[in-house]
């Protein structure tokens, strides 16, 4: 994970503060569901009742919340082929392809890999897209070969924008007057970008993209954000 000067008093961390979160500093190569799971114990044995949400909040439970998005989705564009979006702790990726499928809608979805760890994405989304489709009554028609997690727009890390994230921001600000973040809708923005050019859509399909937050995290990456806000 690269961070900027200032990252730990400014975007979310910073409204984490304000909200008055306690924050526990976990090693982003570590297993954070792990550490999740001891602090909760830890917590309990001290006589507290915490309910733990994990990652993310990328369980089945969690991925609901993007079930109901591709009802929305379908609703609004009945007929999107293709559903984009960055794809990191899986819960995203995981809830639109369980709701599409309880849908029977066939629209394809891509996960734009935003950690540099596509294998775990991918794992990840099969696991949690499995049982959120179980929560959903549609386990039975659930296919590992229908998740699909595009690798080539990470930067190289999580955190770490790299030329193709950083045209998309430029691009996205100074046409659609999108502010994306480095870390996770910027790269959203250049997988489709990217995907487009290589030809993956039919020029008659309709593609949906997905902002799928992080707005705060542009004010903890002030140099990246610097050097995309000068004049070219």
Same mark, same amino acid.
């Given at each position: ?43 309990? !044995?001290? +006589? ?11 369980? /089945?439970?969690?991925?609901? @919340?993007? $079930? %109901? ?32 499928l309880a849908l029977g809608h066939p629209a394809r ?20 897209g499995r049982a959120a489709a179980a929560l959903l ?19 190289? !890390?999580? +955190? ?11 691009? /996205?600000?100074?046409?659609? @007057?999108? $502010? %994306? ?16 050019r290589q030809g993956r859509f039919p020029a008659d ?28």
């Open positions: 994970m690269r961070t900027e000067p200032g990252y730990a008093e400014t975007g979310n961390i910073l409204l984490d503060r304000l909200f008055g979160a306690i924050i526990h500093d976990i090693p982003w190569d570590e297993d954070r569901n792990r550490r999740l799971r001891e602090i909760a114990g830890h917590l309990k !044995a001290a +006589g507290r009742r915490p309910y733990l949400v994990p990652y993310g909040a990328s369980d /089945a439970l969690g991925a609901m @919340g993007y $079930a %109901l998005a591709a009802d929305e989705i379908v609703h609004d564009c009945p007929n999107a082929a293709w559903i984009v979006h960055g794809s990191g702790s899986a819960g995203t990726q995981a809830g639109l392809l369980a709701g599409l979805v891509i996960g734009v890999d935003v950690d540099a760890q596509p294998e775990r994405v991918h794992a990840d989304v099969c696991r949690v009554g549609v386990e039975a028609l659930w296919r590992d070969d229908r998740v699909e997690v595009a690798a080539a727009w990470s930067g190289g !890390a999580y +955190g770490l924008a790299d030329r193709t994230t950083e045209e998309a921001i430029r691009l /996205a600000a100074r046409t659609e @007057g999108f $502010a %994306l973040d480095p870390v996770y809708a910027g790269k959203g923005m250049a997988g489709l970008i990217g995907l487009a399909d309709h593609v949906v993209w997905i902002h799928t937050g992080g707005v705060p995290g542009i004010f903890a990456y002030p140099e990246t954000m610097a050097r995309l806000s000068a004049p070219t």
